[in-house]
């Protein structure tokens, strides 16, 4: 199983990017899918998630202004971010896990997955 994720680059706060995450291997439907970003000096935080029934998940902070999306017929998740601000500057990664979870706090927490794309650099210039 492989993830690739790209999309990353340097942008003015208010604009938008988004970060694609090709899947190899399996079908992207059969696994829960998720990004997660971590800034310089700060450990990898949860951003978004998107169960296997197809349910989202967002963390407080990009709740409104960010959108996780998956299209099975490419096999690749997105993630559409809007509004961006210095404070979303950091790698983001993608990653996956074929577990079906029923406790909500399972999509927040990194060790839930278990393949983990290479990462792509976001920086929001002020």
């Known amino acids: 199983v492989q993830l690739q994720a790209s999309g990353g680059g340097l942008v003015q706060a208010g604009e938008s990017l988004r970060l694609s995450c090709r899947r190899s291997g399996h079908p992207l439907d059969s696994n829960t899918m998720g990004w997660f970003r971590q800034a310089p000096g700060k450990e990898r935080d949860f951003v978004a998630a998107?169960?296997?029934?197809?349910?989202?998940y967002y963390a407080d902070s990009v709740q409104g202004r960010f959108t996780i999306s998956r299209d099975n017929s490419k096999n690749t998740l997105y993630l559409q971010m809007n509004g961006l601000t210095p404070e979303d500057t950091a790698i983001y990664y993608c990653?996956?896990?074929?577990?079906?979870?029923?406790?909500?706090?399972?999509?927040?927490?990194?060790?839930?997955?278990?393949?983990w794309g290479q990462g792509t650099l976001v920086t929001v210039s002020s």
């Open positions: 998107v169960a296997r029934s197809g349910g989202e």
């Open positions: 990653a996956g896990s074929p577990r079906i979870y029923t406790r909500r706090s399972s999509y927040y927490q990194s060790s839930s997955y278990d393949s």
